[in-house]
């Protein structure tokens, strides 16, 4: 008998890469083996120089083929054996292992809303729905679109192991959330790719199409994020080491690192509209949406926990996200002893 393995990986698509997969089918109990793909067609390679190579870095059951069929995410490496430019989880690994003292945590709540016929799914054929206010968090046929792929999906992220904690109904129509964490930088990362696969795949079966597009209907309507919850051992035992943090992301050349690593197009939802702060300015404050940093207010109350970084766009690359919250505010523990 065989299994068949879906291999997942990363494109090099500019500004916002894509992902990609195919199939291999491999003997019952074969271990997952390195495969090559054509780079000239994803946007890693030229046409005279195609070969790229995907290794296997993470792998989890299929809930879509089910039986022993596995979904298997893979980091992409050129012919010579160094991470392809595009390779984003090789530049958190370093930092993660540098840092792995402070047992970081992370969840991350990706936004994203459903499209179908060219609109965002529950918008009429012409004008627009009434305005946003009703839909957050509701129910009924009215004021929410597309529960049935929602549920489809957090049910196959279960089945697959991920560390899925959440779904919710977004503020705009045809809009949802879903949560992966706690988990560390890297897992935590490796997740969240495998969930939006698998939010993708599951889509494709309602003719529906699911987008990461930061702001998917212009005008008076939210955004879509990934706002970044971290913490780390310091943090989640006292509020100094919260503070420091806070103030390690506002420091010189920090605010435009991040916000270059947050995703593309960041500046059309991150207009200090909406529940956001403007995307060159840097703000944190208790139970403050409109900040760039939230510290929870149960957080201020209890004096230790984690911050909300609600600044990452729902198209950003977790790796990227991870690395930079890592890098930043790990460093400033590390520097003011608080580890």
Not at 77 to 96: K, S, W
Not at 182 to 193: N, R
Not at 232 to 245: H, W
Request: charged fraction near 25%; charge should be negative; hydrophobic fraction near 35%.
């Amino acid at each position: 008998m065989s299994y068949k393995a879906e291999y997942i990986w990363i494109d090099g698509t500019e500004p916002t890469a894509r992902l990609r997969s195919k199939t291999k089918v491999l003997p019952d109990g074969a271990a997952l083996p390195d495969w090559g793909f054509d780079g000239s067609s994803t946007n890693q390679a030229p046409g005279d120089n195609s070969d790229c190579v995907l290794k296997p870095v993470f792998s989890c059951p299929d809930p879509v083929r089910g039986g022993d069929h596995k979904l298997v995410l893979c980091e992409v490496y050129l012919v010579d054996g160094t991470p392809h430019p595009t390779n984003n989880r090789a530049r958190l690994l370093p930092v993660a292992e540098r840092f792995a003292v402070q047992d970081s945590w992370f969840g991350i709540e990706q936004e994203y809303t459903f499209f179908q016929a060219g609109r965002p799914l529950g918008f009429p054929e012409t004008g627009f729905p009434a305005p946003q206010g009703p839909y957050y968090c509701g129910v009924g046929a009215d004021e929410v679109f597309g529960r049935e792929i929602v549920e489809k999906h957090m049910d196959a992220c279960i089945e697959a192991g991920l560390a899925v904690s959440g779904i919710n109904a977004e503020v705009m129509p045809g809009q949802w959330e879903f949560q992966i964490g706690p988990a560390g930088p890297v897992e935590v990362a490796d997740h969240l790719w495998i969930a939006r696969w698998l939010l993708y795949r599951i889509a494709e079966d309602f003719n529906v199409a699911a987008t990461l597009d930061p702001k998917p209907a212009k005008g008076d309507w939210n955004g879509a994020g990934a706002h970044t919850n971290f913490s780390t051992k310091a943090m989640r035992e006292g509020y100094d080491a919260i503070i420091t943090a806070c103030e390690a992301l506002g420091g010189e050349g920090k605010v435009a690192e991040h916000i270059e690593g947050y995703g593309h197009g960041i500046a059309d939802r991150l207009t200090g509209e909406h529940e956001t702060a403007p995307f060159d300015v840097y703000t944190y404050g208790v139970s403050d949406r409109g900040a760039s940093v939230r510290i929870p207010w149960q957080v201020e109350v209890d004096k230790q926990g984690y911050i909300e970084d609600r600044r990452p766009n729902a198209n950003c690359d977790p790796y990227n996200v991870t690395r930079l919250l890592v890098g930043t505010c790990c460093a400033a523990l590390e520097k003011a002893g608080q580890v």
